[in-house]
């Protein structure tokens, strides 16, 4: 059984840089063909994915967000990250991590998610 | 505004069958498989179909889902109070080069 779980800062200042952590157990990070994602849910909106990283650690992004976001791997701490600069009101969101599966793309395992609040 | 659509809300009484729509293009849809999810409000979404029409383990088979051309629909037979929830489709855009959600559904038991 994978299970995910989100840390970081709750509370983050516009234009500063925004730091969350995925820490993954019951399976490793760096085998297999799996993705390592993260996406992010507005209160009251939708779910929108951020963008990705691969076992061996090419990463894919959202259009949207592609210039202003990070998403790395850690394998010695079994653990992948995402940084998004600059970020405003708008960035205000429940951050979810999540296992994604090749070449289907679903999400089978998520993190209970971490609310992140853009203000000063 | 998604490139996905579907409808904001649906409803049904329980032992119903309800259907819930998902239709995008030949970018996404079209050329790409479907997945689903079930989110209760306050929780993290929880993978129903994949697919198109896979059910992971321990997901009641009273919940179907199909893709016919650039669209997507899941069916939820049997309905019952528990399944009151919030449904999204999925799937990868060969265009936007990144998976795309649709707006979601609320699903209403009366």
């Known amino acids: 059984q994978v299970l995910l779980q989100e840390s970081g800062p709750g509370l983050v200042k516009p234009s500063q840089t925004l730091s969350l952590f995925c820490t993954v157990s019951g399976g490793s990070i760096s085998s297999g063909s799996d993705f390592w994602n993260w996406i992010r849910q507005p209160a009251g909106k939708g779910l929108e994915w951020i963008g990705r990283?691969?076992?061996?650690?090419?990463?894919t992004y959202s259009p949207s967000l592609k210039s202003r976001v990070l998403i790395s791997l850690d394998t010695s701490k079994n653990q992948f990250s995402l940084r998004l600069n600059s970020v405003t009101a708008a960035d205000t969101a429940m951050y979810y991590c999540?296992?994604?599966?090749?070449?289907?793309?679903?999400?089978?395992?998520w993190g209970q998610g971490i609310l992140v609040t853009v203000s000063s | 505004q998604s490139v996905v659509t579907q409808p904001p809300s649906a409803s049904g009484t329980p032992g119903q069958r309800v259907t819930i729509s998902c239709s995008g293009s030949?970018?996404?849809?079209?050329?790409?498989?479907v997945n689903w999810y079930q989110q209760v409000p306050g929780t993290a979404p929880k993978l129903l179909i994949y697919?198109?029409?896979q059910r992971p383990s321990g997901v009641p088979d009273r919940f179907s889902g199909s893709r016919s051309g650039t669209s997507a629909s899941l069916a939820i037979s049997g309905l019952q109070s528990g399944d009151e929830a919030d449904y999204y489709c999925?799937?990868?855009?060969?265009?936007?080069?990144?998976?795309?959600f649709g707006g979601g559904t609320t699903l209403t038991v009366l």
């Open positions: 999925a799937t990868w855009d060969d265009s936007l080069n990144g998976v795309i």
């Open positions: 999540a296992k994604g599966e090749w070449p289907t793309h679903h999400f089978g395992y």
């Open positions: 030949s970018s996404n849809i079209g050329s790409n498989t």
């Open positions: 697919t198109n029409n």
């Open positions: 990283i691969y076992s061996r650690g090419s990463t």
